[in-house]
């Protein structure tokens, strides 16, 4: 597993912006792919965007799809979301996770989560 720490967030109301990064504390060798989920409350963790480490190419939940930017800084070791139009429906707990490289896919290192909160 690989160390993620967290930051940004915050709360914002309907059309701000917000930006979270996630910084991986160790070596990023062996990292696959890293992206970012949500939880709302009462709601089961989703999807929101994820990128390849190396290659950087983005994807994206139809949801979020035009309003976050994924990216990352090789050199910082950091991961970005940027979000902007923000919703009330983008409220939630957001986690960074990371993969194996090579592995199964599945996300298996955590960040501690960060709360955005949009307000209409």
């Known amino acids: 597993q690989v160390p993620l720490v967290q930051s940004g967030g915050g709360s914002v109301k309907t059309g701000g912006s917000l930006n979270l990064s996630c910084t991986v504390y160790?070596?990023?060798?062996?990292?696959?792919?890293m992206g970012w989920f949500r939880q709302a409350p009462g709601l089961e963790r989703e999807f929101v965007a994820a990128?390849?480490?190396?290659?950087?190419?983005?994807h994206y939940a139809d949801s979020v799809k035009g309003r976050f930017t994924i990216s990352r800084d090789l050199a910082k070791k950091i991961l970005y979301l940027q979000m902007n139009n923000l919703k009330t429906e983008d409220t939630a707990v957001y986690y960074c996770?990371?993969?194996?490289?090579?592995?199964?896919?599945?996300?298996?290192?955590w960040g501690q989560g960060t709360q955005v909160t949009v307000s209409a």
């Open positions: 990128l390849g480490w190396s290659v950087g190419t983005g």
């Open positions: 996770a990371a993969n194996r490289l090579g592995g199964n896919g599945d996300f298996g290192s």
């Open positions: 160790g070596s990023t060798y062996g990292i696959g792919d």
